[in-house]
Structures are given as structure tokens and as C-alpha cells.
């Protein structure tokens, strides 16, 4: 919520009647009973300050007769002019079902820069066709009053919008009322076809796609939208509106509510990436990431039990949004509902990097392998880049010294890789001096870390410290080495010639490539890939924080808690008549 610079502010005459909110460049959704009827219409964007109001015109309205219990009560807005704002992003509206908290941002007299309002359905029954019920979250807080009407419904968890607010209760101290959800809105207005995802479609690949179209669109990437639908379609898929489409976003919004096949929608997003992606990286600029980290830990309280915190890193600094003790069978879970937390934290359009800190002895865990959430069984690593690191590297000293040669790579164009082959040759203080003089971007082993084989030394890369680590989880099996044909050797060699010209800052990138390639070909040697990347410039030192993992000795004695994002109610300020 805090990055959604789409809702809107209608006024008439310089004063405030209700709010709407912005779903494409230049048109605005509000109720009819807010804006029909007016003279000289404006729209402003609070959470943008300080730009000017836009005139605006209703062009499209349902059939509202003018009473507070007749239906179609939604006006459609066209901007005089569009603005460079990303429009909502939608969904169905039975994702806002159960219990799950809802959020309405509007202007009740006196909160001229607005208000929040927490609510939750009251179930998926539509009150005369039209409507669903709205109560608050809870005995107190902002009510739904004048000034509402016409706001965004939408969830906490995703930011999406499921509804628009159109009445409350009316009663003094009832904390009731209701909206129209999206597939209502839909039928009183055509125009929203295709901008309201289908049911049961994959919120991550939604998060994913519109990240990539807002990306495009923010550095202005020249291509064809028909062209670029046309070239994901399948065969049994939508031919693309006779007229075309008028910009990416409605190409997009094609592609999540009028195609029936999910993989379209994964194509579309893959192209449009590919097209983003510049043809040589910058040697003055890396890129600049928004990192989610999950810190897993160990506790005191048994062998069951994984200590789970979660931050996400904007504006320079990190933002804790959930943390929780679990035990193992409820951890992913548990990591899914924290990234979910922390996407409402990042920068809207921004690189979007997953980093879990862990333990040394789990940094094999497959955690690409986990899927992105309950409702979507997508691997993680294929839908965003996901790197690990060693807590170790958490340390001041470390992370002191990692900085310094991270400060040295900025000029890098390619990732020069240390190889050290399947048995381990030389001893790990030759490395440590090949790490520190020879300047390498990556440590490249043959064989997964582990104490029988490469231990020694990959503390020593660790320490050393290497900037990146890579290894396969497909590596060389034989502890001593092996001769001709190693499957260890064979990484290395792939590896070297795929990252040779890469920027070390585009490493996790270049990973979640190869992870989406390897998934759809049979023996790809970058199957199983892991990449522990730690560049300490994307993240706030730990010790600066309070907020770091304390010990398990600690962490026994602290009776769990779960800390999640949570949109703050207006102070109960006195309003303005």
C-alpha cells in the first residue's frame, strides 16, 4: 500500500467528494453517485505530492438510478491527460474471502491527505446481485463514512484490488458496508475485460509480469505489444483485438484475463524480460536490487524448531515485516507468508532479489525448489532470483571486507571463476592466498560442500571472502576426484564459459536464467545450481539493526511471535466540519 501511487482523490470545484482509483494511464474508477452530475471534475494523486489535479470527464457509467440500494453505481473517469502513475493491479474478487484483512484508502471530511479502513468479507454471498458485505477488522478504527465512496478494496497480503467501496452502513457506531467486487464492476463496464485476472491464476506469476511491464514502461522500452503477445501465444489462444493494443499494459492485462493457459502468460513475461535485458552491462552502475532476506536459525527450544525472520530492504534501508518460530513442517509456509509481507515494503517495479541467510551445514538446501506460495506451486528460483549466503558472512569483518572487493568488481564485465575441482587439490591456505591476490569474482566447486569432501575449503571461500560461490548439487559424487568424464569438472566448464562475460552484480540474474532453462531441457548441466551471491551494498549492515537474529540461547527463552506488515490506522485526530 505504501508504494501504490493509483489511488485517487476526486474533487469538484476544489473539494473533496469521494476517491477513485487509477486502471489504466488515463482513466479512473469512482462511484456514479460521487461524480455524475458535476460540473468541473479534477483528479489528484495523494500518495504522488505535490503533482497537480487532472481534469476529468465521466465517459461511461452503469445503470444507477440515483438510490443508495440501486445497482450499477460506478462512473468511469477519463483523464484529460494520462499520467505516468502504474495503474492498480486487480484480482478476482474471490481471493479477498475468508479470513483475510482488506484495506480501503479514502477522504473523510478533514483527512484531506486520506485514510485507511480495515475490513473482511463477511462471506462470498453477493447481496442483490450486486454487492459484497463488508465489517471491520475490528471494534474500532476508521468507518466506512462520506468521503470513501469510490475507494480501492484491497489486499493487505498482495496490494491487489478486489472491490470499490460504494455505501456504508449508515448507522452512527455500525462499522459495516459494502462493496462492488471487480467482476461486478466488469459487467457494468466492458472496459474492464481483461484487466481482472482469471480465477485460480498464480498471484507470484501476476507480481512477476506486472513487475516487468511497470520496468518497461518506466525506461521506456520501445516494442510492439501485438508483436510481443502474438510471439507467446499459443496456438489454441485469443487472437489479439482487432484494433491492437493501445499500450504493454493492456497487452499484459490481455494475457491475465482473457487467456485460459498459464503458460502464455509465463512466455509473455519470459520474452518481455529478455527484452529488457540490455545487450552489455554498465561498468560504472550494478544493478540495483530490492532484497528480500529470510533468515533461517536453529533455537534452543528443540531440534524441530527453525527461528524465521524476514526484511525487506527499500530506500536503503531494512524494513523487519514478519519473524516466527516454526517448526519444520510449517517453514515453508511460513517463508511464503513473510515474502508475501515484505513485497508490500519494496519499491514498486523494482529488481527483486530472494536471499536466505543460513546456517552452514543447510546452504545445500534446494530453497529454489520451494514453491512461491499455497496457491501457486511454481518454484521460487524460477520466479524470481534467489541466492544463499552463510550467516557467517553476517559479520561485521566480513561484510567489511566483502564491500571492499564488491567496491573493486563495480568496473568488472565478466565473472572470473576460481575452479576448485573434484578432490580438492592443494590445501585451503593456497586458496585463501588464490582468493586474495589473484582477485576472482566466484569460487567455482565441482562437488557440494560438505565435511567429507570440500569442507575446508569452502569455509576458506567463505572467509576468504569469495563475493560469490557456486556449486551443483549434481556434482562430482567421488570424495577422492575422479578421472575423465566427472560430472564436476563438466560444471565448472560450462560454468566458466556462461558467467565469463557476465557482470558479477548480474549474477542472480543470470542463475535464474539458467534455472528456467535447465527446467524445460533434460540433462541440463545447470540443474540443481546454487548460487551463494552477498553483495553487503544491497543490505543494511545487520549490526546496525536491531532486528537481527539474536542467539539461540535467546531465541529459547522468547515466546514466539509473528510481526507482519500492518497498514496503521489513522490517529484518532479531531475532524474539521
Request: proline share 8%; with cysteine.
Amino acid at each position: 500500500m505504501s508504494g501504490a501511487e493509483w489511488h485517487a482523490r476526486v474533487e469538484c470545484a476544489g473539494k473533496v467528494i469521494g476517491s477513485g482509483f487509477l486502471v489504466a494511464p488515463g482513466t479512473v474508477l469512482t462511484c456514479a453517485h460521487v461524480a455524475l452530475d458535476r460540473d468541473t471534475l479534477t483528479v489528484s494523486f495523494p500518495q504522488r505530492p505535490g503533482s497537480p489535479a487532472v481534469p476529468a470527464r465521466v465517459v461511461a457509467h452503469g445503470d444507477w438510478a440515483g438510490g443508495p440500494a440501486d445497482p450499477g453505481d460506478l462512473a468511469v473517469l477519463e483523464l484529460a491527460e494520462e499520467v505516468t502513475i502504474a495503474p492498480a493491479a486487480l484480482a478476482p474478487a474471490d481471493t479477498a474471502h475468508g479470513d483475510r484483512k482488506l484495506v480501503a484508502y479514502g477522504f473523510p471530511a478533514g483527512w484531506d491527505e486520506g485514510a485507511l479502513a480495515e475490513y473482511r468479507t463477511t462471506g462470498p454471498v453477493l447481496v442483490g446481485g450486486e454487492w459484497i458485505q463488508l465489517e471491520a477488522w475490528s471494534g474500532y478504527g476508521q468507518p466506512l463514512v462520506a468521503g470513501f465512496s469510490g475507494a480501492a478494496v484491497t489486499l493487505v497480503e498482495t496490494g491487489e484490488v478486489v472491490g470499490m467501496v460504494t455505501a456504508a452502513a449508515g448507522a452512527k457506531g455500525i462499522l459495516s458496508g459494502r462493496m462492488m467486487p471487480t467482476d461486478v464492476i466488469e459487467r457494468h463496464w466492458p472496459g474492464l475485460a481483461g484487466l481482472v485476472p482469471a480465477p485460480g491464476s498464480a498471484p507470484a506469476a501476476r507480481r512477476r509480469l506486472r513487475a516487468l511491464v511497470e520496468r518497461a514502461v518506466r525506461t521506456g522500452l520501445d516494442c510492439d505489444p501485438v508483436r510481443l503477445y502474438t510471439d507467446a501465444a499459443g496456438d489454441l489462444d485469443p487472437l489479439p483485438p482487432a484494433e491492437g493494443f493501445d499500450s504493454l499494459w493492456s497487452a499484459a492485462w490481455f494475457v491475465q484475463g482473457e487467456v485460459d493457459d498459464p503458460d502464455t502468460a509465463t512466455r509473455f513475461a519470459n520474452r518481455l524480460e529478455a527484452l529488457l535485458a540490455p545487450p552489455a552491462v554498465s561498468r560504472s552502475k550494478a544493478p540495483v536490487w530490492a532484497p528480500i532476506l529470510i533468515e533461517l536459525a536453529r533455537t534452543g527450544a528443540g531440534e524441530d524448531l527453525v527461528r524465521v525472520e524476514v526484511s525487506a530492504y527499500s530506500g536503503g534501508r531494512r524494513h523487519p515485516v514478519a519473524s516466527d518460530t516454526v517448526p519444520h513442517t510449517r517453514l515453508r509456509a511460513c517463508v511464503q507468508d513473510g515474502i508475501e509481507a515484505a513485497f508490500l515494503r519494496l519499491t514498486p517495479g523494482a529488481d527483486e532479489l530472494i536471499a536466505f541467510a543460513l546456517p552452514r551445514d543447510w546452504l545445500d538446501w534446494p530453497v529454489e525448489r520451494w514453491e512461491s506460495d499455497a496457491e501457486d506451486d511454481t518454484p521460487l528460483g524460477l520466479a524470481l532470483p534467489v541466492v544463499v549466503t552463510d550467516h557467517i558472512r553476517r559479520r561485521a569483518r566480513t561484510r567489511h571486507a566483502l564491500t571492499r572487493a564488491w567496491n573493486r568488481l563495480d568496473s568488472r564485465t565478466g565473472a572470473r571463476v576460481h575452479r576448485v575441482a573434484c578432490g580438492c587439490p592443494g590445501k585451503p591456505s593456497e586458496l585463501r592466498l588464490a582468493l586474495l591476490e589473484s582477485d576472482p569474482c566466484l569460487a567455482g566447486f565441482a562437488a557440494a560442500p560438505d565435511p567429507a569432501r570440500a569442507g575446508e575449503h569452502f569455509k576458506t571461500s567463505l572467509t576468504a571472502p569469495a563475493p560469490a560461490i557456486v556449486w551443483s548439487r549434481r556434482g562430482c559424487g567421488e570424495p577422492d576426484g575422479c578421472e575423465d568424464g566427472c560430472p564436476g569438472t563438466a560444471f565448472l566448464d560450462e560454468l566458466d564459459a556462461h558467467v565469463s562475460h557476465v557482470s558479477p552484480a548480474e549474477l542472480p540474474r543470470t542463475v535464474l536464467t539458467l534455472r528456467r532453462t535447465a527446467e524445460t531441457e533434460d540433462g541440463h548441466w545447470a540443474r540443481d545450481i546454487q548460487l551463494l551471491w552477498d553483495d553487503p551494498r544491497c543490505f543494511t549492515d545487520p549490526h546496525e539493526e536491531a532486528t537481527h537474529l539474536r542467539s539461540p540461547v535467546a531465541q529459547a527463552t522468547t515466546r514466539p511471535t509473528v510481526h507482519h506488515a500492518r497498514l496503521a490506522a489513522p490517529d484518532n485526530r479531531s475532524t474539521v466540519a
